[in-house]
């Protein structure tokens, strides 16, 4: 622990605890290990409940250090403990690393011991271990002791990945990230309000919906057979509409969600057939996970995805399904929600971060895609959103895929231009140039 030298002590912990589909969890035991003492403390949750505070410094001189850290906080939020001031997420620190890399055993901390080649709990006895703390209490005294035990194991485990970790780790930056850590298991807890009475109608009801919903959407399309998605009509529908559709290897349209929403943002006119799609096929609003409290609860999967974004179940989270389901959206009486949302944020860390100073007078001008396109003179100087708004969604899509390192193919699929070897208009073989 001479690698933290700013704090006094560093606590490795973890909870056991369950919790049901739309709930807060509630935490089953609690191991806690100081890393410079080896001071211990396992408490089981009739020990827990009673505390107002975490039984364990967590202030500003301390550190926290745990595998996926939003499950600790969301356990501290239940038992209504204040949050430690400083958290180490091995979880986030861990993809930091690997993130682009092959990580042949998966990114949990069985995965990480793995991948830097340190021994840990067998997967099977970890799996029946976590179906014995879900099956909830009573426990008998050997079953606690056992649950106890495995809990210790995860803390043993954590700090073993942090000696082989901390030589490789940011430290100022990896405490912002334990910092968001906390954020997300804030936002975890409180939920996303939903108007439950109305699920429970939907629910009831979906499957006279989805003929509804096929009836009134294909009506303009021509497509479907009952509920069956017919390729052919929806290859002729291409082609009377003039519409270049990307295409397998195998000269068979690509029929999957990815380039369904690619070709949705391209032409509008694509955008009812996808969302249709993917309300048939894919929103089963049973797994919409809402709690007693009507709240929308599920873990976020905070830095999962490979751009360091959240990526929670699309099935369990409100936002997740199509976007008409998110009228379910509802604050309590005299309360209110907002949908706040960055702008050109990944453009203006880039530039800063580039030094160009072309992209950093992109984002001073307030709209960066549009003077992007002005730069490259595809845009007149008096251009605006309103004026030009397709030519900047071009350069929008072209800026965002070189930051985030698309391939050709998905980049020609984004922009409507057409590859040689993977994109064929239905009409015509004949190729545009390469955007």
């Known amino acids: 622990m001479n690698a933290l030298p700013h704090f006094a002590r560093v606590w490795a912990a973890d909870f056991e605890f369950a919790a049901s589909p739309g709930e807060r969890p509630c935490p089953v035991c609690l191991v806690a290990k100081e890393l410079r003492t080896g001071q211990t403390l396992r408490l089981w949750q009739d020990h827990l409940q009673p505390l107002d505070a975490a039984p364990f410094d967590v202030g500003e001189d301390s550190l926290f250090v745990a595998y996926y850290a939003a499950a600790e906080m969301a356990c501290f939020a239940a038992l209504d403990w204040a949050a430690p001031a400083n958290v180490l997420d091995l979880f986030a620190e861990f993809r930091n690393l690997t993130n682009g890399l092959a990580t042949p055993c998966g990114g949990s901390l069985l995965g990480a011991l ?54 490789q780790i940011d430290k100022p930056r990896a405490l912002l990230r334990g910092r968001y850590m906390k954020a997300v298991a804030r936002m975890e807890s409180c939920g996303v309000p939903t108007d439950a009475a109305t699920l429970g109608v939907l629910r009831r009801h979906w499957s006279s919906l989805q003929d509804r919903l096929v009836a009134l959407t294909d009506a303009d ?192 699929a984004r922009l409507g231009q057409l590859l040689s070897d993977n994109y064929i208009s239905p009409l015509t073989t004949t190729t545009s140039p390469h955007p």
Not at 130 to 140: D, E, H, I, N, T
Not at 241 to 264: H, K, Q, V, Y
Not at 297 to 305: K, V, W
Not at 363 to 370: A, K
Request: charged residues 25%; neutral net charge.
């Open 221 to 412: 399309y021509g497509v479907y057979e009952g509920r069956t998605f017919k390729t052919r009509r929806f290859e002729a529908w291409l082609a009377a509409n003039a519409i270049p559709w990307p295409r397998l290897a195998s000269g068979s349209l690509a029929l999957d969600d990815d380039t369904f929403r690619e070709m949705a943002r391209l032409d509008q006119r694509v955008a009812p057939l996808r969302e249709l799609r993917h309300s048939l096929s894919e929103m089963r609003l049973e797994d919409l996970a809402v709690g007693a409290d009507g709240r929308n609860r599920c873990m976020l999967s905070a830095f999962r995805a490979r751009s360091g974004r959240n990526q929670p179940s699309n099935s369990r989270f409100i936002f997740g399904p199509a976007t008409w389901l998110r009228g379910l959206i509802q604050p309590a009486p005299d309360c209110g929600v907002a949908y706040v949302d960055w702008e050109q944020q990944e453009f203006g860390i880039a530039a800063a971060l580039s030094g160009d100073d072309a992209m950093g007078r992109a984002y001073q001008s307030g709209d960066p895609y549009l003077e992007f396109a002005k730069q490259a003179r595809a845009a007149p100087a008096h251009a605006t959103k309103s004026t030009h708004g397709a030519v900047r969604d071009l350069f929008k899509a072209c800026a965002l895929a070189v930051q985030y390192g698309m391939g050709a193919e998905s980049l020609a």
């Open 114 to 167: 793995a991948f830097f080649g340190l021994d840990g709990i067998g997967a099977i006895e970890k799996d029946d271990m976590r179906a014995l703390v879900l099956r909830g209490g009573p426990w008998a005294d050997d079953e606690k002791a056992a649950i106890l035990r495995y809990c210790e194991s995860d803390v043993v485990a954590v700090e073993r990945l942090l000696g082989r970790m901390l030589p």
